[in-house]
């Protein structure tokens, strides 16, 4: 009887998901409008909207680095209509740095995708007088405490990429988490943090317009939208430096595994499209759209990459 109760359930899940989507899908993004992650967000939803003939609404919903949003997807519906474009911060990196939640990640939320990857950009506001990322480790050696960088978050990739830049070069910088990446580089723009630390998304544009400067990235290899500027791990001393802000898709635990699978494959059709990669790479991001088996893998990885980072160079999420 419940090998006949499980397989209709597994027929009934196939059906649903064939049928899928039948109304609007919620797109839930746990930053401010903006920043790195509901640019992308943005991007796919649109495209899906067009390719699957339903709406896919982006709601932002800020707070707690994106744990608010994120708690409200774990304990909602799991049927399908619902997921959030989440950073790490939210699920693997915060969970290891003890950032705060109202749910458990690995059990809560089920894998979808991971839609694509960023480098983190190293920013600074042309009052310093600073060029180079040279001369801000020289500037933060000698005067610590002076400069204050901001990110998107506590228990962020970011913030794991401040702290262990601090670590190896032996320098004090003040750490100021904000609500999302857009107000951090509101400030940033405006001087109130000397440095920023963010995704590539949201600088770009103003780097280009000579209103802030890119001085690195935190990939281990130069980013194909700023080859110019240098990455991290080409520094003495830094070899095996990298940090990046991945955007992945999530969902309610319970949601039928049908479902996740049409999801991840119609959001990985989306990223292949040449004019979709070629916008977002133009952002920053590297497109991916892995498959739930290998987004799985991916963030087994991160898990135990920064669980490794946080027990090394002792870093927390602040309260």
Known sequence: MRMLLAAALVICSSAFAQTWPAKPVRVIVGYPAGGGHDFTARVVATRLSEVLKQQFVV?????ASGTIATDGIAKGPA?????????PAETVVGAVAGLRMAYD????????TVIGDTALAIAVHPKTGINSIRELLDFA???????????PGSGSSQHFAGESLKTLAGAFIVHIPYRGAAPAVTDLLGGQVEVGIVGMPPVIGPHKAGKIRIVAVTSEKRAAATPDI???AELPGFQGYSFTNWTGVFMAAA???????????????????????????????EPLGLTTADAMKFFEREKATYARLAK??????ED
């Open 312 to 317: 090394a160079r002792n870093i927390k999420a």
């Open 230 to 232: 240098p990455a991290m």
């Open 79 to 87: 049927d399908g209509y619902s997921f959030i474009v989440a950073s």
């Open 141 to 151: 050696k000698k005067n610590p405490g002076k400069l204050s960088y901001g990110t």
């Open 59 to 63: 709601e932002n919903r800020p707070g």
């Open 255 to 285: 949601t039928p595994r049908p479902i996740i699978e049409r999801i991840a494959a119609e959001i990985g059709q989306v990223v292949r499209e040449p004019a979709v990669r070629e916008r977002l790479i133009a952002a920053g991001v």
């Open 105 to 112: 990640w690995e059990k809560d939320l089920a894998a979808v």
